[in-house]
């Protein structure tokens, strides 16, 4: 049986969108896509860069148009720039073109609140637009905010979950803190911040930095169970809406060891599409771990080997729904080395998984990617890529006359200093011998960036030739 194909239909090299000029000296880092994710209606692209910009790319209706002999250039369609780093983004889970109250987004930025903001500002100045709605997560001790580092926003939208240091809180999207200064509950993930305890009942200490909802069952309006993922490389699950104490807790180190893959802390946890599994993606480690939950169990089912995710940069995966007969899901991750590998009948056996097929989604596999995204119809995926690095400052021209013109400028400072008389004239002298021994800074280099939809096809294994009605929300059978 052929192996499935990917095939890129549209790119974007500009992470910071068409309308914003980004300046760039011989110490700073350019611009590259950090994350990419599906509105809910399939229609938009939301990304976000290194250099604090949210994006928004509405994606044409001819982007599958087969007669297209070369990818459509992509553009952004919005671009908000963020005052500081933002460390986790949710969009509205009832994203619609068609309605302009749902086209908002929840930020998370250091030493801020939480920020409600629309992705299509109406002022011609992106810079000015204030948040719609701000949400504080304060320590009372200090006032200070807490650092919010993995936002849900799940449907039906009416409220949403942030993780915070030993802390999950639940907010209520109609209540901003210009109407209750509280969220609508704290979840202590441990006892107390002095507990020197954790695990075995006692609770799970460290940064919440993911955070996932199981699919609910068909017909039920209870929500599912909240994963949350800790850097200090522990799991927590919990039934929020019923209790503030974890179904259950444990730490995934144990696992990783066994497996021989490694891991610095869990960036994502994601729920298969049947709530049954649960994959947990770590930072640094070398495959991702499945556990099975049924039962309230949390044992582990198997680990998917060769994922190469050996960087301190975050790279999301996603799940879909397994197109072949054997059941089970798949699971679409990128590599450190610029690949996306696809795992297939994931859940269908207890033994390691090694990818079933994969492409290249960086040019010369210079740069990692930073996040895969399914389309909701199954046959077209989005990739972003992007990767930062120190050059060779003796290689490097540019830094090598930038440093020459700094040494000329202080020998011309230091002969001025000693035609002064001035009695420092001598520590000038020294200062200046000094300064031709200083080594330049290192440049930053950005090697390649972009943001890559691809259609799949072929292979026999239930992927559709994708066509306009892909785009509709329409899922493969």
């Given amino acids: 049986m052929d192996k499935p194909s990917a095939t890129l239909v549209a790119e974007s090299h500009n992470p910071d969108g068409p309308h914003l000029l980004t300046t760039s000296s011989s110490s700073s880092k350019d611009p590259f896509f950090k994350s990419v994710q599906w509105t809910s209606d399939g229609t938009t692209l939301i990304t976000s860069s290194s250099t604090n910009h949210i994006s928004s790319f509405v994606l044409p209706s001819t982007l599958l148009d087969p007669s297209r002999s070369s990818p459509l250039s992509l553009s952004a369609t919005s671009t908000i720039p963020l005052p500081e780093p933002t460390s986790s983004l949710a969009p509205c889970p009832y994203f619609s073109l068609e309605n302009p109250y749902s086209q908002v987004l929840l930020t998370a930025s250091t030493d801020h609140p939480l920020h409600l903001r629309s992705l299509f500002p109406s002022s011609s100045s992106p810079e000015s637009q204030k948040p719609i709605a701000s949400f504080r997560l304060i320590k009372h001790e200090t006032e200070a905010y807490l650092p919010v580092t993995s936002l849900l926003w799940p449907s039906p939208g009416t409220h949403f979950i942030a993780g915070t240091t030993n802390k999950i809180a639940l907010f209520d999207v109609s209540r901003p803190d210009s109407l209750v200064p509280e969220p609508v509950f704290v979840i202590p993930t441990i006892p107390s911040t002095r507990h020197i305890s954790k695990g075995n009942g006692i609770g799970m200490k460290g940064t919440v930095s993911a955070l996932s909802l199981s699919p609910s069952e068909e017909g039920s309006s209870t929500a599912g169970l909240l994963a949350a993922g800790t850097w200090t490389r522990w799991l927590g699950l919990y039934d929020i809406y019923r209790s503030a104490k974890p179904v259950a807790n444990w730490s995934v180190k ?12 869990i960036v994502q946890t ?97 740069a990692a990617i930073g996040a895969t995204a399914m389309h909701l119809g199954g046959s077209v995926v989005a990739t972003c890529s992007g990767s930062w690095r120190v050059a060779d400052v003796e290689s490097d021209s540019d830094s090598e006359s930038d440093s020459e013109s700094e040494e000329e400028t202080e020998e011309e400072n230091g002969e001025t200093d000693s035609s002064s008389g001035s009695s420092s004239s001598s520590s000038s002298s020294e200062a200046s011998a000094r300064s031709h021994i200083t080594k330049p800074k290192p440049r930053i280099v950005v090697e390649e960036t972009s943001l890559k939809v691809w259609t799949i096809g072929g292979g026999g294994g239930g992927y559709p030739s994708p066509g306009p009605e892909t785009m509709d929300g329409e899922t493969r059978d």
């Fill in 254 to 265: 144990p696992a990783a060891d066994e497996t021989n893959i490694g891991g610095k802390g």
């Fill in 270 to 366: 994601q729920w298969s599409p049947c709530g049954r599994y649960l994959v947990v993606n770590e930072r640094g480690a070398t495959g991702l771990l499945v556990y099975d939950l049924r039962g309230a169990s949390k044992g582990l089912l198997c680990h998917l080997a060769g994922r190469d995710g050996t960087t301190n940069q975050r790279l999301s995966l996603d799940v879909f729904p397994s197109s072949n007969e054997n059941g089970g899901f798949e699971v679409w991750a990128g590599t450190k080395d610029g690949k996306v590998v696809v795992y297939e009948g994931v859940g269908t056996t207890d033994t390691a998984m090694e990818p079933a097929w994969e492409w290249e989604a960086s040019t010369g596999g210079v």
